[in-house]
């Protein structure tokens, strides 16, 4: 099978965020699906390893903001590329991004935070049921509230991959050529002649059959 045949499937991009105490987080995703319109449900699939993930299992309440083609790929560095286990990631400290953003961070009626910079809406989101996917969780969700933010275009995984990816730096050369995987999916590298089998991309969580070789050379 061709995997990548996947990729040719059109589906959005969303930051999920939920909040748990005090602590504000959110996290990439790429699956927020309406499923039914009367009454109307929202499914939403968020990867275990992430740190929201848990926080939406435990409060059962989110919110998702439609990426729009406005957003650049520094959003997707810092909503991402980093765990909330590690980094507040709504502190203006936690990364360049933010320290620009910070004003286009607002709490919804939920008291969630919704993003308004590089997306074009949100939606408020209550869980009613949930699937467990092995590697995710796909949570059945009542719609409790949303707003527009601008009218620009929402961003597609593909459109992601031919455009706002390609912003962000490139592999740069060494003096003495060197073996280095590449993760197709976000651009992570790892260097070294052998990639685990098991490994874990830390950005996207993708796999090591993701990964491609690319030689380094002067």
Not at 19 to 33: H, M, P, R, S, V
Not at 63 to 74: R, T, Y
Not at 136 to 162: E, N, R, W
């Amino acid at each position: 099978m061709d995997k990548k045949v996947m990729e040719k499937l059109s589906y959005g991009l969303f930051v999920c965020t939920a909040k748990e105490g005090n602590k504000d987080n959110g996290c990439i995703i790429n699956t927020a699906i309406q499923v039914t319109n009367t009454p109307n449900r929202v499914a939403v699939a968020i990867n275990k390893s992430n740190f929201t993930h848990d926080m939406v299992v435990k409060t059962k309440v989110m919110n998702v903001c439609v990426i729009s083609k406005k957003a650049d790929f520094d959003m997707f560095k810092h909503f991402g590329f980093q765990s909330g286990k590690d980094v507040d990631k709504f502190n203006v400290a936690s990364s360049q991004w933010m320290k620009e953003n910070i004003n286009n961070c607002k709490r919804a009626e939920n008291g969630l935070m919704y993003i308004a910079a590089g997306t074009n809406s949100y939606i408020s989101l209550a869980v009613q049921d949930m699937i467990d996917l092995d590697s995710h969780t796909l949570f059945i969700c009542a719609v409790t509230d949303g707003a527009i933010i601008d009218d620009s275009p929402s961003a597609t995984y593909q459109f992601y991959h031919q455009n706002i990816k390609t912003q962000a730096e490139k592999i740069g050369t060494t003096p003495e050529g060197k073996t280095i995987w590449k993760c197709k999916i976000c651009g992570y590298v790892y260097e070294g002649e052998d990639l685990p089998e098991d490994f874990i991309c830390p950005w996207c969580k993708h796999p090591a059959s993701d990964f491609e070789k690319v030689s380094v050379t002067a």
